[in-house]
């Protein structure tokens, strides 16, 4: 198993473009999520998902969009990119909803100049 | 929602101390409270997690205790080694769903 698989690693993007950040994972896990990750703001969660179908906003979700078409995928997409979307950004998943252990992916750094 | 908070922000003890990490939560629908350990530049990883029907559980030098009249549960390192340096976040889960994090503690243990 790959567990959970972002791309890409690094991104640097332009003040007003799109992009989207692609997040996989193989364990068919029913819970994913993203989370954004800002030196002394912990980690906090943009959006997430309960099962293939279902999205729902999270603490900081203003300026991305997510779908879940499978299972499998969950991908963050920023509209239009901002300089406070730097960032880094970690997609997880969990066998079930809130009461189960995350498996985070690496991780994509984002900047936006 | 749910609200995380975790103190102290950073913390340093000498090798072979205990650290105390501590966190409150405000969902007294939270049932399920995880505790991460995150090494510089990689992803977090699960160390040991807790669940509202348990008062503490243990893993070797690692333990965690839930108050759930008082909201709060803690982190407990023993016996501390210097790759115990790291920051560690609490969590818990927001209406039984999504986990909502604190803002981390840096641990930093010296020889």
């Known amino acids: 198993n790959a567990g959970v698989t972002q791309t890409p690693k690094f991104q640097v993007l332009k003040t007003g473009q799109s992009m989207t950040l692609q997040c996989a994972q193989d364990?068919?896990?029913?819970?994913m999520s993203w989370y954004r990750q800002d030196p002394g703001m912990g980690l906090r969660l943009i959006h997430y998902s309960v099962g293939a179908g279902i999205t729902d906003q999270g603490e900081v979700p203003n300026g991305y969009n997510v779908s879940r078409s499978t299972t499998e995928d969950f991908p963050l997409r920023l509209l239009s990119a901002a300089p406070s979307q730097t960032s880094v950004y970690f997609c997880?998943?969990?066998?079930?909803?809130?009461?189960?252990?995350?498996?985070f992916g690496n991780g994509t750094r984002l900047t936006v100049t | 929602g749910e609200n995380v908070e975790q103190h102290p922000s950073t913390l340093s003890v000498q090798e072979g101390d205990s650290a105390v990490i501590k966190c409150t939560y405000s969902d007294s629908a939270s049932n399920y409270f995880p505790w991460y350990k995150q090494e510089l530049g990689k992803r977090p990883q699960l160390i040991i997690d807790i669940r509202s029907n348990v008062g503490e559980k243990k893993d070797q030098r690692i333990a965690v205790t839930l108050n759930k009249t008082a909201k709060h549960f803690s982190l407990h390192i023993t016996e501390t080694q210097p790759e115990d340096s790291a920051v560690y976040f609490c969590a818990a889960n927001q209406a039984g769903t999504a986990l909502i994090f604190g803002k981390g503690t840096t641990l930093s243990v010296s020889s």
């Open positions: 364990m068919n896990h029913e819970y």
């Open positions: 997880a998943s969990s066998h079930k909803a809130g009461g189960s252990p995350l498996h």
